[in-house]
């Protein structure tokens, strides 16, 4: 890993903003571009602000820097990307074909895409689903992963572009807010119980969703890109498993360390595309070609998250 720099696309996002810092402690500081619609006083570090689905301004920014990797997270999410259907698949589709032109013609080693269990719909198993599934998603964003999947492979393929990718389930973490997924109420339940409110659920409380805690998540991105070239043998994108549960039993783990915590439920149109996804993921490709393992479950997430927005709200003896 000598001598990589490194840009993220979308660093402001909830991924981001965690794999850009991770990314500096592997790279150095001066090493990673993070880079955003938007700019960021936040970041410590080098920052740029992209357009990405402006050709050029990647170019260029490839370019001034000679960028060696990119990781492409900008996109509008399943449940924001369902209320103006065609910008979500231009935008989404753009600014991906964007940055794969850009890494084929400019001599980028490695990019990293990100997929979603988004990809999946009601032709594949719902429980375990397995790597080969049947892909017909229920959501523009669904749509666009899978069209980018194969724009993944091709450019494999055709150009040689070591191009990798993870299907995400929903990713859980304190460090900040979601972005407009189906899976926010994951995160949104921590931050409502951490400040004493009653936590106001989109989905029934006995609806099964793959989750990954942040950590896992982040670490899961580095590995498959610090894999050797030849032990990566899936090039749409791999599925990726860790954890399992619903609002309802989030809610009771939460509860065994917050007693008066409440939660109710008034479902809206997520449900619906909820119900399209699997309740758990075979993850077994990943695991045999990258080695990889998740480290947190259900409580030990719980009580880290607990712990650190805690911290983030000065709230420790209000419990």
Same mark, same amino acid.
Request: proline residues 6%; without cysteine; aromatic residues 12%.
């Given at each position: 890993m000598i001598n990589e720099t490194v840009l993220i696309i979308g660093a402001n996002g909830q991924?981001?903003?965690?794999?850009? =810092?991770?990314?500096?402690?592997?790279?150095?500081k001066d090493n990673v571009i993070a880079s955003d619609i938007y700019s960021n006083s936040t970041f410590d570090g080098v920052f740029e602000i992209i357009d990405a689905t402006d050709l050029n301004a990647i170019e260029n920014i490839v370019n001034k820097y000679a960028v060696s990797q990119i990781y492409h997270l900008a996109a509008i999410l399943s449940a924001k990307g369902e209320?103006?259907?065609?910008?979500?698949w231009d935008l989404n589709m753009s600014m991906m074909?964007?940055?794969? !032109?850009?890494?084929?013609?400019?001599?980028?080693?490695?990019?990293?895409?990100?997929?979603?269990?988004?990809?999946?719909?009601?032709?594949?198993?719902l429980e375990n689903?397995?790597?080969?599934?049947?892909?017909?998603?229920?959501?523009? #964003?669904?749509?666009?992963?899978?069209?980018? !999947?194969?724009?993944?492979?091709?450019?494999?393929?055709?150009?040689?572009?070591?191009?990798?990718?993870?299907?995400y389930p929903g990713i859980i973490g304190y460090q900040s807010m979601p972005?407009?997924?189906t899976t926010d109420y994951a995160v949104e339940i921590y931050h409502s119980?951490?400040?004493q409110e009653k936590y106001s659920c989109f989905l029934n409380p006995e609806t099964k969703l793959p989750m990954i805690f942040m950590d896992d998540a982040i670490r899961s991105t580095i590995e498959l890109m610090q894999a050797p070239k030849n032990s990566i043998k899936t090039r749409t994108s791999y599925n990726l498993g860790s954890m399992s549960f619903s609002?309802?039993?989030?809610?009771?783990?939460?509860?065994?360390? #917050?007693?008066?915590?409440?939660?109710?439920?008034?479902?809206?149109f997520r449900q619906e595309i909820a119900d399209k996804w699997p309740k758990s993921i075979n993850d077994d490709q990943a695991r045999e070609d990258w080695n990889?393992?998740?480290?947190?479950?259900?409580?030990?997430?719980?009580?880290?998250?607990? =712990?650190?927005? =805690?911290?983030k709200y000065n709230t420790s003896t209000l419990k």
């Open positions: 991924l981001g903003s965690v794999l850009s =810092e991770e990314l500096q402690k592997i790279h150095g209320a103006n259907p065609l910008k979500t074909l964007n940055v794969f !032109e850009v890494s084929r013609t400019n001599n980028v080693k490695k990019v990293f895409f990100p997929s979603s269990i988004a990809v999946f719909g009601d032709k594949a198993p689903t397995p790597q080969s599934a049947f892909l017909n998603p229920a959501t523009v #964003y669904g749509m666009s992963k899978v069209a980018g !999947e194969n724009w993944a492979q091709y450019y494999f393929n055709k150009y040689e572009l070591d191009v990798r990718s993870i299907r972005g407009g997924g119980a951490v400040k609002p309802s039993e989030i809610a009771s783990e939460i509860q065994k360390l #917050y007693p008066n915590f409440k939660v109710e439920y008034n479902v809206d990889w393992k998740p480290k947190y479950d259900l409580k030990s997430m719980t009580v880290l998250m607990l =712990e650190k927005l =805690e911290e």
